[in-house]
């Protein structure tokens, strides 16, 4: 039988044979394979033509379930504590790092014995350094080189109580025996008798604290000290000090020109304040208690929520406070914060303010007067509420 040979067959028609006389018939078999489809140009099984439009979007997935809140709450808090963590170190570091350390009551000697008090020595100094010719010509400070003490206070925080003790800088006082800060020679007492802000001029800040040690027999935990630009500076920073001047004053040598009433004092207002002693008839113990009265509402207004929790705020106040601020070396921001917080609560009713009972004067200083110095101490020491009155 003759070889037939068959012709290809075209796409998408029935598989066809040809009889024996060689004319083509349909067997009824179709392969089944398709290429293309006219409708969106998908066969089916995930392939699409060349040219032909896109087909409708793939089925969407499984529903969202509900949102997990309690999920999302306990991420937020866990970043928001983290930033906070962070903020904090990073200012603690910040606040640590312009702290001057430069007093060493090491050098100190023949101290009083410790108790369970923490007394502070707070000084504010006539110090110049740092202020342009034209600041100090606004505050009116004069232009002397070096610097002594304008006002001096113990601050004895105790569990029995908040003691806040203003020392006149025109007190009679006896310079002991003392080592020199700098030359570390032992000077033997001589039974000089000087105005206590004499020590200071004399040796700085540990021989002051070693005077001050020695005629009240309290023991000195820790020295603080800012100067004048320091002090205008951080009243600015927080805007301003709202005080309440029972009587009117002025006083042409600080600049101090105050009605009687409540009033906001900025910096300039406030150093001239804290400065006037010739405008009272009793001078350094009228100014002596404007000081107290003025670093309470200051410790007051400044630890508010809205200046410790406001970066813009607090960082000024801060960085105004510290550039100027000398301490002793081992005092820490803990310290420093307990200090602030010990005068704000004196403020608040929880302690006493008063001046160093005086008994009279000798040759233009005032004499404490020594019966009552010594209860003043007894109480403190004891960690009990002073209950002495002051001048």
Same mark, same amino acid.
């Given at each position: 039988?003759?070889? *037939?040979?068959?012709?290809?067959?075209? /796409?998408? /028609?029935?598989?066809?044979?040809?009889?024996?006389?060689? $004319?083509?018939?349909?067997?009824?078999?179709?392969?089944?394979? *398709?290429?293309?489809? &006219? @409708?969106?140009?998908?066969?089916?099984?995930?392939?699409?033509?060349?040219?032909?439009? @896109?087909?409708?979007?793939? &089925?969407?997935?499984?529903?969202?379930?509900?949102?997990?809140?309690?999920?999302?709450?306990?991420?937020?808090?866990?970043?928001?504590?983290?930033?906070?963590?962070? *903020?904090?170190?990073?200012?603690?570091?910040?606040? !640590?790092?312009?702290?001057?350390?430069?007093?060493?009551?090491?050098?100190?000697?023949?101290? &009083?014995?410790?108790?369970?008090?923490?007394?502070?020595?707070?000084?504010?100094?006539?110090?110049?350094?740092?202020?342009?010719?034209?600041?100090?010509?606004?505050?009116?400070?004069?232009? $002397?080189?070096?610097?002594?003490?304008?006002?001096?206070?113990?601050?004895?925080?105790?569990?029995?109580?908040?003691?806040?003790?203003?020392?006149?800088?025109?007190?009679?006082?006896?310079? &002991?025996?003392?080592?020199?800060?700098?030359?570390?020679?032992?000077?033997? $007492?001589?039974?000089?008798?000087?105005?206590?802000?004499?020590?200071?001029?004399?040796?700085?800040?540990?021989?002051?604290?070693?005077?001050?040690?020695?005629?009240?027999?309290?023991?000195?935990?820790?020295?603080?000290?800012?100067?004048?630009?320091?002090?205008?500076?951080?009243?600015?920073?927080?805007?301003?000090?709202?005080? !309440?001047?029972?009587?009117?004053?002025?006083?042409?040598?600080?600049?101090?020109?105050?009605?009687?009433?409540?009033?906001?004092?900025?910096?300039?207002?406030?150093?001239?304040? *804290?400065?006037?002693?010739?405008?009272?008839?009793?001078?350094?113990?009228?100014?002596?208690?404007? /000081?107290?009265?003025?670093?309470?509402?200051?410790?007051?207004?400044?630890?508010?929520?809205?200046?410790?929790?406001?970066?813009?705020?607090?960082?000024?106040?801060?960085?105004?406070?510290?550039?100027?601020?000398?301490?002793?070396? !081992?005092?820490?921001?803990?310290?420093?914060?307990?200090?602030?917080?010990?005068?704000?609560?004196?403020?608040?009713?929880?302690?006493?303010?008063?001046?160093?009972?005086?008994?009279?004067?000798?040759?233009?200083?005032?004499?404490? !007067?020594?019966?009552?110095? $010594?209860?003043?101490?007894?109480?403190?020491?004891?960690?009990?509420?002073?209950?002495?009155?002051?001048?």
């Amino acid at each position: 039988m003759p070889h *037939v040979r068959r012709r290809p067959v075209p /796409q998408q /028609q029935s598989q066809g044979y040809e009889d024996s006389h060689g $004319a083509p018939y349909d067997s009824g078999y179709n392969t089944g394979q *398709v290429y293309g489809s &006219p @409708a969106g140009g998908h066969d089916g099984g995930g392939y699409r033509a060349p040219g032909s439009p @896109a087909g409708p979007p793939p &089925p969407a997935g499984p529903p969202r379930g509900p949102v997990d809140w309690r999920r999302r709450i306990k991420i937020g808090s866990l970043v928001l504590v983290g930033t906070l963590l962070v *903020v904090t170190v990073g200012t603690y570091f910040w606040a !640590d790092g312009k702290v001057r350390r430069e007093v060493d009551l090491s050098k100190v000697i023949e101290r &009083p014995g410790e108790d369970d008090c923490t007394t502070y020595l707070i000084v504010g100094s006539d110090s110049r350094k740092g202020m342009s010719a034209e600041e100090k010509k606004r505050l009116r400070t004069g232009s $002397a080189e070096g610097k002594r003490t304008d006002s001096m206070m113990i601050l004895a925080d105790c569990s029995g109580g908040t003691t806040m003790i203003s020392l006149p800088r025109d007190s009679d006082v006896e310079i &002991p025996s003392f080592k020199g800060s700098q030359s570390g020679k032992l000077f033997p $007492a001589e039974g000089r008798r000087v105005k206590l802000n004499a020590a200071y001029a004399e040796d700085g800040p540990e021989l002051l604290v070693r005077t001050v040690e020695h005629n009240t027999h309290l023991r000195i935990d820790h020295y603080a000290e800012i100067g004048f630009a320091g002090f205008a500076q951080v009243v600015d920073a927080i805007g301003g000090v709202e005080l !309440d001047i029972p009587k009117a004053f002025k006083d042409k040598k600080s600049g101090a020109d105050f009605e009687a009433g409540k009033q906001l004092l900025d910096g300039e207002q406030a150093l001239a304040f *804290v400065r006037t002693r010739y405008a009272f008839p009793d001078a350094d113990l009228a100014r002596t208690k404007n /000081q107290q009265k003025f670093l309470a509402a200051l410790a007051g207004q400044t630890a508010t929520p809205g200046t410790i929790l406001n970066p813009f705020k607090l960082y000024p106040v801060m960085g105004a406070g510290l550039d100027t601020l000398v301490v002793d070396k !081992d005092m820490s921001l803990w310290d420093l914060s307990q200090m602030f917080f010990a005068m704000k609560g004196v403020t608040g009713g929880d302690g006493t303010s008063m001046n160093m009972p005086v008994a009279g004067s000798r040759g233009g200083n005032l004499v404490w !007067d020594k019966a009552k110095v $010594a209860q003043i101490v007894k109480q403190i020491r004891n960690d009990e509420k002073v209950t002495v009155p002051g001048n």
